[in-house]
């Protein structure tokens, strides 16, 4: 190291202290390393070391590795974002895991204390570590090129051509150094000195780092966005038959999950009606076999009545996966699932109507093959409820076992259960619809029991055992499931998202390079021009770039041939 | 069977012909990687006959230098001094340059190797545009579809990087990649050409899963080139110093390194290219997918253990980018990182596609 340029140095930002890209120049320019110093005595001093700490490149880094091991659980244990459903099973199946990961959050892991402390953390450190470069960077931008090193054949390229003695004198020979940089897009400041000798110093490239910064605070932007539009969002769903329509209002939610600062007002009042469902499948034939992929889904279509408001005109349109249908000033309906809803209706003893209507089952597979769970609290003089399968094509298997082979509606049974007793409708505890828990219920009809299970076509009515009632199926609806989002922040965090990509790319592939060339007279007395070239950053064509202008330096210039090649 | 009559779709027949050939190029291309990539080791078992033959060249150059400059001199009569030209042994600029330019080393398997791979490729590429055109959609809706255009995109960029780059030092571990995945494909996942649930009929498939494959193909390449690096690295300080252990002590025996470029090249080249990966990724993986799911789901992102996985391997990534600039942690603990992102993509692509449910799983209904 240098002693000459002690008294120079400049200050540096914390957070370039441990960056290496800055060794480089900082060795050129004969600056010692700037090592994280020790912290000073004081209150105010550890803050500062603890600051600095926070925001270095090296914390930096660490907050990102913990960041990406901290994300990994999320994968692995249900997360309640996503299936609270899931984590309740969990939890009951691993009694003595499942409440200790409980407690660690392990099943809340994107918005645990923990996961948050890592972000959170890493985005002061960010902000911490933008901010004095923005200052850094801007001073750049407005103040000349960095002044001359001394040495200039330390830095990573450097060249020296000696000119003929009947070419150009330094001053002239400066002036035009100072063009061949500005043409190659440089920006340019010419030092004199008095006996016509001096230097150039050059930079360009200003806007990768420009690049870097709207990279980082773009992050910012996703992040306060990523937050904002999950205070305001709401999200809900609806199952709606044939035939029914949805008006939006709490009331009308199947599910409804509100953001924090969800307000009822913020509901537009739109409606929906369902008018008719359509399922297309693969019905393709190869040599007049069915093809491998016979009977997949390829197409639903919803065609629906929309009424974007009380004053506004209804309107027939699809609903579509991938095609979600945008209305309320910014709510959007996405079409998730479908199935069919057998219309069935159940008699009590007393031969009075106990239930009657659509019934939505659950598709387990692609053919169908769904759940279907009855409740009838209101029979008397017991309660009834039915369990059992509904299949859209049945086929007997032969060893009294039927199975849907077929997606569509081909040879459509129902396949059910029986039971009496209290469903336990009536204690006011929040019962899943699509689940009836049998284990107090007294069996009537299943495959083991005396009576045999219940099944059923269309039209076929079974007179349960007893003379407890009656269950009739009468025919078949189609259902939709459909989710209503609502996030203002979708757009906003697009919008960054692509500005932090911009960024990159400008960032990763733009190149920021200082050149410097100093002009002086030998004792032939012929000009001599030296340079020297410095990327700030990585760059890989510094050496293409060294021949470029050398190049060009050759053709303004005639040079004598080299006795002694100065290239490192 | 009896069942209901058929209900036209809207979507257009399976070209039947057209996927046999398909199946059939791909099982062409596989073969013929098969052999490419037997042709690679052959090279690199062969090593120091190249290296051998390179330092013979040299010597016969040296020879003929010096026996110029006897006569130019003039001074016959010290034979002597050409005969004991000793052969010179090769430097490491004679063998590979650590711009990974051409310089001329001779080793013809693996130029026939670089042949095959090329013919290889060409009935790939055909195979895998044949299978869209058949199905008339993107051929990118399955794990065997995904894994086998991973496979063609991986060895096109080599193949590209190979014209004015000489990474020939790559060609057995980047085919045996090309392979396995191949195999894996066949083996693990093989999948009938049909066509595709409602939730994949979408033009973004086309954009997020095609950057998400190039990524993984540019990838796959700084993996192996950052492994090599760590070897290199080891290999050059036990060349320095005195090697430690039998592993060192074999290194510095091991011939084929030396037609490894060093280790510091090794690393600025996966830099160069992990920069490009990682800007694929970004794009793809992360923000198309969240656009698209977005527009098929209803949320940008929902923490999926797919999108945990995209999630943790830009941060890895981005944590590399970050220890390049790190004092301390250039060179092997960065190039450690890019091998841990590494790691996590085929761990996306493995454990997680087969034992994390989620909508991502590629079959079933959307629910
Ligand atoms: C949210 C977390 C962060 C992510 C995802 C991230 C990502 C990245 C990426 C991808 C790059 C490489 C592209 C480029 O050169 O512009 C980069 C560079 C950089 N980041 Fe970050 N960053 C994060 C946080 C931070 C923090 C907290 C700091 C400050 C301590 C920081 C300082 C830098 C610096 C100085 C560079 C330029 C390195 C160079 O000289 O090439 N970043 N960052």
Known sequence: MSTENNTTTEVQPSAHRDNAREDALNDAQGLSKNEVTAPALGLKGMLRWAWTQLTSMRTALMLLLLLAIAAVPGSIFPQRVQDSFAVQTYIEDNPTLGPVLDFFQMFDVYSSVWFSAIYILLFISLIGCIIPRARKHYQQMISPPPRTPRRLQRLPEYGALELDSEGPDPATALTDAGAVLKKRRYRVDIRRNDDGTGSVGAEKGYLREIGNIVFHVSLVGVLIFVAAGAMFSYRGQKVMIEDEAFVNALVAYDNFYPGTWFQEENLEPFSIRLDSFERAFDRQLFDGEPNPNYGQALDFTADVTI?????????????????????????????????????????????????????????????????????????????????????????????????????????????????????????????????????????????????????????????????????????????????????????????????????????????????????????????????????????????????????????????????????? | MNVVAPLSAHLPQINVQLAEYSELFMLISAFIYTLAFILFTVDTVRSSATIRRVEAELSAEQQQERSRQLVGAGTPGHDDDIASASPASAS??????????????????????????????????????????????????????????????????????????????????????????????????????????????????????????????????????????????????????????GFERGLTKAQFMRLVPSAFSLESWAYRLNAVGFVFWTLGPLITGAIWANESWGRYWGWDPKEVWTFVIWVVYAGYLHARATRGWTGNRAAWLSIIGFICIIINYTVVNMWFPGLHSYAGLPE
């Open chain 1, 307 to 568: 009424q974007d408001g009380p004053d506004a005109e209804p309107e027939q349109t699809e609903l579509k996966v991938n095609h979600p249908l945008s209305l309320g000033g910014g709510a959007q309906i996405y079409l998730v699932g479908n199935g069919y809803a057998p219309v069935i209706t159940v008699r009590d003893g007393d031969g009075e109507v106990a239930f009657s209507g659509p019934v939505i089952t659950r598709p387990d597979d692609p053919l169908y093959t769904s759940m279907a769970v009855i409740k009838a609290p209101d029979a008397a003089p017991e309660q009834l409820g039915f369990v059992g399968l509904f299949l859209p094509t049945a086929h007997d298997t032969g060893d009294g076992l039927a199975i849907s082979i077929d997606p569509e509606l081909g040879n459509p049974e129902l396949h059910l259960n029986s039971y009496a007793g209290d469903l336990g409708l009536d204690e006011g505890v929040p019962q899943n619809v699509y689940v009836l828990d049998t284990e107090d219920l007294t069996e009537l009809n299943s495959r083991d029991s005396e009576a045999g299970a219940i099944t059923l076509g269309i039209g076929e009515t079974h007179e349960l055992p007893d003379g407890l009632g009656s269950v009739e199926f009468e025919e078949v609806q189609d259902y939709i499931a459909i989710d209503i989002h609502y996030n203002p922040g979708t757009t906003a965090i697009l919008i960054f998202a692509l500005t932090a990509t911009a960024g990159l790319i400008t960032s990763l592939f733009l190149r920021r390079r200082r050149a410097w060339v100093t002009v002086e007279q030998n004792e032939h007395g012929r000009t001599l021009v030296t340079y020297g070239l410095l990327a700030r950053g990585e760059d890989f064509r510094l050496r293409d770039e060294n021949i470029a202008l050398r190049t060009q330096f050759e053709k303004t210039w005639p040079v004598r041939p080299p006795e002694e090649n100065n290239e490192s």
């Open chain 2, 92 to 245: 490491a600029a004679d063998l590979v340059d650590d711009d990974l330019a051409y310089v001329g080393t001779s080793r013809p398997f693996a130029n026939v190797a670089v042949a095959l791979t090329a013919v290889a490729a060409a009935a790939h590429a055909f195979a895998v545009v044949s299978r869209g055109v058949a199905a008339a959609r993107w051929p990118l809706a399955n794990m065997f579809e995904f894994l086998t255009a991973a496979a063609l995109v991986v060895s096109v960029v080599f193949l590209v990087v190979l014209i004015r780059r000489d990474l020939r030092f790559l060609g057995i571990f980047v085919i045996g990649l090309v392979v396995t995945m191949m195999a894996g494909a066949t083996i693990g996942f093989p999948t009938p050409i049909g066509h595709v649930q409602p939730a994949l009929q979408s033009p973004w498939i086309a954009i997020h899963v095609t950057l998400a494959v190039l990524a993984m193909a540019v990838f796959t390449l700084t993996f192996a080139m950052n492994v090599l690096q760590l070897v290199q690295a080891r290999r050059e300080r036990a060349l320095n110093g005195a090697p430690k252990g």
